[in-house]
C-alpha cells in the first residue's frame, strides 16, 4: 500500500467558495443601503436597482456572446460591482447614465481582461471615474439628505460637505467659517448629510466592515491601514495649521474614505495577497487620498488613489512573495 499520494494543488481546502463570499459582501452593504433609502427614499432603490440589473446583463452578454465563455452571473460578483457603482453616484442620476457606467465598469473594468480574478483593477470604480469625467455636471449634483415622509424626499441638490470645505478653503476661508456651513462630525457619523449613496452613513459602513471581518471575507490590514495613515496625514497638517487643514475625524467621515477603505480597496482581485504587502498597498491609498483632498481639484480623492495602488498591485505581490516552502532560509 502506497503511502504517497500524488495529486493536483490546491491541497488545502475550506469552506468558503466565491459564490459565498460574494454574497456575504453583499449582505455587509444591506445597512448602507438601508440608511440610503431612508434619506434619499425611492430614489435610492432606482439607481441600486438599474446598476445591478444592467451589470447582470452586460456581463450575461459578453460572457455568452464574447467570450463564449461559462455563465458567471450567479456568483454575486456582477451584483456588487452595480451595488458598488450606485453607492458612488447621487441617487438622483439620470438612468441611461447609470447604465453607461455599468456598461464601462463590467465591459472594460473587468470583462475585458478576461472575467472574474483577472481584472487588475476595482470595476466600479472603473465606472465611477469614467462617470466623473465623462457627466462632472450630472456626477456633482448631490441631492440633500432627508428623511422620507411619506416616501417623498427633498429634491434640492448642493454640494458636499466635502466640497464645501474645498471649495470655500480654495476661496481664502478659514477652517472655522466653514464649518458653520457643514454637518456636525455626529451628523456625519450617521448619515445626516448630502452626497453619494455610500457615504451617508459611516456608522452603516462600519457595520458591514465588522461583519465581513467577522465572516473572515477581509482582513483588518487595508482598511486600518488606510484609515490611520489618513488620520496620522491629515493630522500633522492640522496640527501645522488647524484655520487651513481640516481635522482628521472631518477626513475619516466624509467622501468615500469609509466605502472605499472597506468595501472597494479590499477586493479580493485588484489587491495584494500578502499582509506586508496590503499594509503598503493602504499606505499608499491613505496618502494619495490625502495629496488629493488637500492639493488636487478635486475635493475627493479615494476613487484615483485605489485606482492607482490597483496599477500598482503587481509589484507589491513581487516585491512582498512569501517564502517557499523548503527555501533554505540564510541567517548572520
Same mark, same amino acid.
Given at each position: 500500500?502506497?503511502?504517497?499520494?500524488?495529486?493536483?494543488?490546491?491541497?488545502?481546502? +475550506?469552506?468558503?467558495?466565491?459564490?459565498?463570499?460574494?454574497?456575504?459582501?453583499?449582505?455587509?452593504? /444591506?445597512?448602507?443601503?438601508?440608511?440610503?433609502?431612508?434619506?434619499?427614499?425611492?430614489?435610492?432603490?432606482?439607481?441600486?436597482?438599474?446598476?445591478?440589473?444592467?451589470?447582470?446583463?452586460?456581463?450575461?452578454? /459578453?460572457? *455568452?456572446?464574447?467570450?463564449?465563455?461559462?455563465?458567471?452571473?450567479?456568483?454575486?460578483?456582477?451584483?456588487?460591482? +452595480?451595488?458598488?457603482?450606485?453607492?458612488?453616484?447621487?441617487?438622483?442620476?439620470?438612468?441611461?447614465?447609470?447604465?453607461?457606467?455599468?456598461?464601462?465598469?463590467?465591459?472594460?473594468?473587468?470583462?475585458?481582461?478576461?472575467?472574474?480574478?483577472?481584472?487588475?483593477?476595482?470595476?466600479?470604480?472603473?465606472?465611477?471615474?469614467?462617470?466623473?469625467?465623462?457627466?462632472?455636471?450630472?456626477?456633482?449634483?448631490?441631492?440633500?439628505?432627508?428623511?422620507?415622509?411619506? +416616501?417623498?424626499?427633498?429634491?434640492?441638490?448642493?454640494?458636499?460637505?466635502?466640497?464645501?470645505?474645498?471649495?470655500?478653503?480654495?476661496?481664502? *476661508?478659514?477652517?472655522?467659517?466653514?464649518?458653520?456651513?457643514?454637518?456636525?462630525?455626529?451628523?456625519?457619523?450617521?448619515?445626516?448629510?448630502?452626497?453619494?449613496?455610500?457615504?451617508?452613513?459611516?456608522?452603516?459602513?462600519?457595520?458591514?466592515?465588522?461583519?465581513?471581518?467577522?465572516?473572515?471575507?477581509?482582513?483588518?490590514?487595508?482598511?486600518?491601514?488606510?484609515?490611520?495613515?489618513?488620520? /496620522?496625514?491629515?493630522?500633522?497638517?492640522?496640527?501645522?495649521?488647524?484655520?487651513?487643514?481640516?481635522?482628521?475625524?472631518?477626513?475619516?467621515?466624509?467622501?468615500?474614505?469609509?466605502?472605499?477603505?472597506?468595501?472597494?480597496?479590499?477586493?479580493?482581485?485588484?489587491?495584494?495577497?500578502?499582509?506586508?504587502?496590503?499594509?503598503?498597498?493602504?499606505?499608499?491609498?491613505?496618502?494619495?487620498?490625502?495629496?488629493?483632498?488637500?492639493?488636487?481639484?478635486?475635493?475627493?480623492?479615494?476613487?484615483?488613489?485605489?485606482?492607482?495602488?490597483?496599477?500598482?498591485?503587481?509589484?507589491?505581490?513581487?516585491?512582498?512573495?512569501?517564502?517557499?516552502?523548503? *527555501?533554505?532560509? *540564510?541567517? +548572520?
Amino acid at each position: 500500500m502506497s503511502l504517497l499520494t500524488i495529486s493536483a494543488s490546491p491541497h488545502v481546502h +475550506g469552506d468558503n467558495s466565491t459564490k459565498k463570499i460574494m454574497w456575504g459582501v453583499v449582505y455587509a452593504l /444591506i445597512p448602507a443601503l438601508l440608511v440610503s433609502v431612508y434619506y434619499f427614499g425611492l430614489d435610492a432603490l432606482r439607481v441600486v436597482f438599474i446598476a445591478v440589473a444592467a451589470s447582470i446583463f452586460f456581463e450575461w452578454l /459578453i460572457q *455568452k456572446y464574447l467570450l463564449n465563455g461559462s455563465e458567471t452571473i450567479s456568483d454575486g460578483s456582477a451584483v456588487i460591482t +452595480g451595488i458598488l457603482l450606485a453607492f458612488n453616484v447621487p441617487s438622483n442620476l439620470p438612468w441611461w447614465i447609470i447604465v453607461i457606467g455599468a456598461l464601462v465598469a463590467i465591459g472594460m473594468g473587468k470583462m475585458s481582461y478576461g472575467g472574474l480574478g483577472k481584472n487588475p483593477f476595482n470595476p466600479a470604480l472603473v465606472g465611477r471615474v469614467f462617470m466623473l469625467i465623462s457627466f462632472p455636471v450630472q456626477m456633482t449634483s448631490w441631492p440633500k439628505a432627508q428623511p422620507i415622509i411619506n +416616501g417623498i424626499t427633498d429634491a434640492i441638490t448642493g454640494p458636499t460637505a466635502l466640497g464645501i470645505m474645498k471649495e470655500g478653503l480654495d476661496a481664502g *476661508k478659514t477652517v472655522s467659517e466653514i464649518t458653520a456651513n457643514i454637518p456636525s462630525n455626529m451628523d456625519l457619523f450617521i448619515g445626516n448629510m448630502g452626497g453619494s449613496m455610500g457615504e451617508v452613513s459611516a456608522i452603516a459602513l462600519i457595520l458591514g466592515g465588522v461583519y465581513m471581518l467577522w465572516k473572515k471575507i477581509i482582513t483588518w490590514h487595508i482598511p486600518v491601514s488606510i484609515l490611520l495613515t489618513v488620520a /496620522i496625514f491629515s493630522g500633522i497638517f492640522h496640527f501645522i495649521n488647524p484655520e487651513h487643514y481640516v481635522c482628521p475625524i472631518f477626513h475619516l467621515l466624509t467622501g468615500g474614505m469609509l466605502l472605499g477603505a472597506i468595501f472597494m480597496a479590499t477586493d479580493m482581485v485588484s489587491s495584494p495577497m500578502t499582509s506586508k504587502a496590503q499594509l503598503v498597498y493602504g499606505i499608499g491609498i491613505g496618502l494619495i487620498t490625502v495629496i488629493i483632498r488637500i492639493w488636487g481639484a478635486y475635493p475627493e480623492g479615494m476613487s484615483f488613489a485605489i485606482l492607482l495602488m490597483n496599477a500598482g498591485v503587481p509589484l507589491l505581490n513581487n516585491a512582498f512573495k512569501p517564502t517557499r516552502f523548503g *527555501k533554505e532560509v *540564510k541567517h +548572520g
